[in-house]
């Protein structure tokens, strides 16, 4: 929002109550004034600006007088009253009282004198915004099915009303009876069906034309059938125009008055509608009226789809009529979805219609938005011809998504699909799991629209076969970012920026990283985090060349808002992961977590957030299987025995040294011998020794390794030694030692203190063996109760006896 308007704004928001009080009645003077000058007009039309500005720029809500409302809605409903300010004044008034409704002082009850009809148009969407509550929309319902069902009734206001049924039929289902949906749908076959061929006259001509020109199809040629909302006129008559009306309703007004309660869907697509082989059910009330108005509307509605499909191979005379063509196509493929779920006797006779698109449009991939909508198709009503549609799912996710994922409607359409028929794309297929590279590059391109959706759809993409190639594309999430503006760069020619590329401050040009995209030799390593589909392996051999590649990117404006939001990805990953996954699996994953908390691209604050999300997870992975200490004991023993893991992730090696010393232990896995425990035992005193070495040995200021490293690894030691008792004489001597190297260390005091705190504590605790056992080594009863910190056990009378007696001893 440019600086300008966000000062406007602001300056409307802070209004003082004298300043409004003022605009109030100003618009009350103008709007009453008995003869308004032409000053007075354009004065009304600036005030009354104003005032939607002020209701409209908060969102809290503002309070007028009941005065000025019954003003407003006088002005707005009946004719010649007050200031004459014309269709911009009746569109304010429209728009102020839309704004503030809904509201008990507003009152619109009848239509009836003195209601100027021509005002109709404006006042039905405050109709609307009142709702079924504050408004007295049952009364209004009755009137507007009479005018849509009068002929030669005004057809702006039959249009109008029309979509306010529609809207009343969606929102508040129960005031539409059923006689009400009948004489509405047989309307709508009509206007269907029975729109004229010929065009209208030029309503601005002195001299009438004696013969009448017919409308064209799409093409130029003269239309052979009946009329369709892709025939061409210089000028619509009005029944021509309430057949474009009717179209524009049908599949909403199929949806929503006529799938019965226990099928009617939540979205504008019969996904959860079902199709059953037996006539459907309707929320009409019954009898052969009724039935035969349906069954009408239906047929008419099959017919005039099916011919906009025809209309539709035809080539436009003008280029900008194909994006109207795509629109209209997708619209008639999706009303037919509707028919077919409301009576699946219609799927025989329509599918050969839609598969011939499918084959037509599927050559080029140019109408990719047209091919979902033909996907949907076939997801809901292939199996009623036997039809195998795998086949066209794994070309749109695979060769169309590729090339049309930064199209910000592709994109939308994709990921609704997606989640809308989330189930059944799970339950019988495995598309999500198959094309979730390509499905992901959405989420890269639009990092900060589809998050949300993200979170319903990632689970459905994670399973066995791929949940450790998802974690390597969640952590390559802003590296795959910058893979895909390099890319876009490279083939887009001319330097030509789209509508949908977020166009970066000339700091942030690519050139380096476009010479590198080109370089043959770094070219698999782009294809490879470009791939569209998994099973191509699960990461590469240099990726943190590649990150090196693409650092000098890391402030790039879509890799901000990426990085921010891989972190909330992984934990769902994680939280998917242990609802699921067995521990083979577990097995498979922990590795990784661990390489990765090393590897990542360098966005500082990227790299902290996940590596503290990895770091509690890792925890919560051995809580769930912790006979893991076991089944990768050699990866362990390895990560500890290597100090560069310490660097820039200390917080993350940390809670493994914790992990070794907590689930080393018979509890856990009959395997951890003694033998274990003293392998990992060495490798921990070893890693003690050196880290307390480097400590001791540096400047204040320039500490190594904090003091938590430092207790965590006495603690680790510790508890081995509990497990195995002839260890208990090592790590006495050793934390012996450690104390007195850290006494003459340029720690800080407090630290300090807790670090020599805690080697005395421990030093104590293991002079009595089956204290130690008891205190550092409990039961998983004790551990999961507390008991330690309840009083009212024995547990911290036994640790105040016990540091009685050594204080004693000594």
């Known amino acids: 929002?440019?600086?300008?308007?966000?000062?406007?704004?602001?300056?409307?928001?802070?209004?003082?109550?004298?300043?409004?009080?003022?605009?109030?009645?100003?618009?009350?003077?103008l709007l009453t004034a008995a003869q308004p000058s032409e000053r007075d007009r354009s004065d009304c039309l600036s005030e009354l600006r104003k005032l939607f500005l002020y209701l409209s720029c908060t969102k809290y809500r503002r309070r007028l007088s009941q005065e000025l409302i019954?003003?407003?809605?006088?002005?707005?409903?009946?004719k010649d009253h007050g200031a004459s300010t014309g269709v911009k004044g009746h569109m304010l008034c429209s728009a102020i009282l839309q704004e503030y409704a809904p509201s008990d002082q507003l009152v619109i009850d009848s239509f009836n004198p003195p209601v100027d009809l021509k005002k109709v148009p404006y006042i039905l969407p405050v109709v609307m915004s009142q709702g079924q509550m504050a408004g007295n929309m049952d009364k209004l319902v009755s009137q507007m099915v009479r005018w849509?069902?009068?002929?030669?009734?005004?057809?702006?206001?039959?249009?109008?009303?029309?979509?306010?049924?529609?809207?009343?039929a969606t929102l508040h289902r129960p005031l539409l009876s059923g006689e009400q949906i009948y004489v509405v749908s047989s309307q709508i076959s009509d206007w269907l069906s029975q729109a004229s061929l010929v065009q209208a006259p030029n309503p601005n001509a002195r001299l009438k034309s004696k013969k009448a020109d017919q409308v064209t199809e799409i093409d130029g040629t003269t239309c052979q059938d009946f009329f369709t909302l892709l025939n061409l006129s210089h000028y619509y008559s009005q029944d021509q125009l309430l057949n474009l009306h009717s179209f524009s309703c049908l599949r909403q007004w199929l949806l929503s008055a006529h799938f019965s309660d226990a099928t009617t869907p939540s979205s504008a697509n019969p996904s959860s509608a079902g199709v059953t082989s037996d006539p459907p059910s309707f929320l009409m009330s019954s009898g052969s009226f009724a039935t035969k108005a349906r069954q009408v509307l239906v047929e008419k509605a099959c017919e005039y789809c099916l011919r906009v499909i025809d209309q539709c191979e035809r080539k436009p005379l003008k280029f900008q009529d194909q994006e109207m063509i795509q629109a209209c196509l997708m619209e008639a493929v999706s009303?037919?979805?509707?028919?077919?779920?409301?009576?699946?006797?219609?799927?025989?006779?329509?599918?050969?219609?839609?598969?011939?698109?499918?084959?037509?449009?599927s050559e080029d991939n140019s109408q990719p938005r047209v091919l979902l909508v033909l996907l949907q198709f076939f997801f809901h009503h292939s199996e009623m011809v036997v039809y195998e549609p795998i086949p066209a799912y794994e070309h749109f996710f695979g060769e169309v998504l590729s090339s049309h994922y930064n199209d910000p409607a592709v994109a939308f359409d994709t990921i609704?699909?997606?989640?809308?028929?989330?189930?059944?794309?799970?339950?019988?297929?495995?598309?999500?799991?198959?094309?979730?590279?390509?499905l992901l590059k959405i989420l890269a391109w639009n990092p900060r629209t589809f998050l949300t959706e993200y979170l319903d759809i990632l689970p459905a993409m994670i399973s066995p076969s791929t949940a450790v190639e998802m974690l390597h594309t969640l952590l390559d999430l802003p590296c795959e970012v910058m893979a895909l503006?390099?890319?876009?760069?490279?083939s887009r020619p001319g330097n030509q920026t789209p509508d949908n590329?977020?166009?970066?401050?000339?700091?942030?040009?690519?050139?380096?990283?476009?010479?590198a995209y080109k370089n043959p030799e770094h070219k698999p390593w782009f294809n490879f985090i470009l791939r569209g589909r998994s099973g191509q392996g699960d990461t590469i051999s240099k990726l943190g060349f590649l990150h090196k590649l693409l650092s000098d990117t890391s402030a790039y404006p879509r890799v901000v808002p990426v990085s921010q939001a891989v972190p909330v990805l992984l934990r769902l990953y994680f939280q998917t992961i242990f609802a699921h996954a067995d521990s083979g699996l577990l097995c498979q994953l922990v590795p990784v977590i661990m390489e990765r908390a090393g590897l990542l691209f360098n966005i500082p604050s990227f790299t902290q957030e996940v590596?503290?999300?990895?770091?509690?997870e890792v925890l919560a992975v051995f809580k769930q299987c912790p006979s893991l200490i076991m089944d990768l004991r050699s990866e362990l023993l390895d990560y500890i025995a290597t100090l560069r893991n310490i660097h820039g992730k200390e917080d993350f090696f940390t809670h493994m040294v914790w992990i070794i010393g907590d689930y080393t232990s018979t509890t856990y896995d009959s395997r951890c011998n003694t033998e274990v425990i003293i392998k990992f035992y060495e490798a921990l005193e070893t890693l003690l020794y050196e880290v307390s070495v480097l400590v001791q040995s540096s400047s204040a200021g320039h500490i190594p390794y904090s003091a938590r490293l430092l207790t965590v690894c006495m603690t680790a030691l510790a508890k081995l030694a509990s497990r195995c008792q002839d260890l208990i004489p090592r790590v006495l001597l050793c934390l012996t030692k450690v104390s007195q190297q850290q006494m003459k260390s340029c720690i800080e005091d407090e630290h300090k203190k807790a670090l020599l705190d805690r080697a005395n504590e421990l030093i104590n605790v293991l002079k009595l063996p089956d204290v130690a056992a008891a205190i550092l080594s409990p039961s998983s009863e004790i551990a999961d109760g507390h008991w330690h910190e309840d009083i009212n056990t024995s547990i911290p009378l036994l640790l105040q006896a016990t540091h009685q007696i050594v204080q004693h001893g000594t």
């Open 335 to 361: 009303t037919l979805d509707v028919l077919c779920s409301l009576n699946s006797f219609l799927v025989a006779k329509i599918f050969p219609a839609i598969k011939g698109v499918y084959n037509r449009l």
């Open 611 to 616: 590596r503290k999300v990895l770091a509690d």
């Open 1 to 29: 929002m440019s600086a300008p308007i966000e000062i406007c704004l602001k300056r409307t928001r802070n209004k003082t109550q004298d300043e409004l009080n003022a605009l109030y009645e100003s618009v009350l003077r």
């Open 485 to 490: 503006e390099v890319s876009q760069q490279v």
């Open 70 to 78: 019954d003003t407003l809605k006088c002005t707005l409903t009946e």
């Open 501 to 515: 590329y977020l166009i970066p401050e000339p700091t942030f040009r690519l050139p380096p990283t476009v010479e």
């Open 148 to 168: 849509v069902s009068t002929v030669g009734f005004d057809g702006e206001i039959q249009a109008r009303a029309l979509g306010c049924l529609v809207t009343v």
């Open 416 to 438: 609704m699909f997606c989640r809308d028929n989330l189930q059944k794309l799970c339950m019988e297929t495995d598309i999500l799991e198959k094309f979730f590279p390509n």
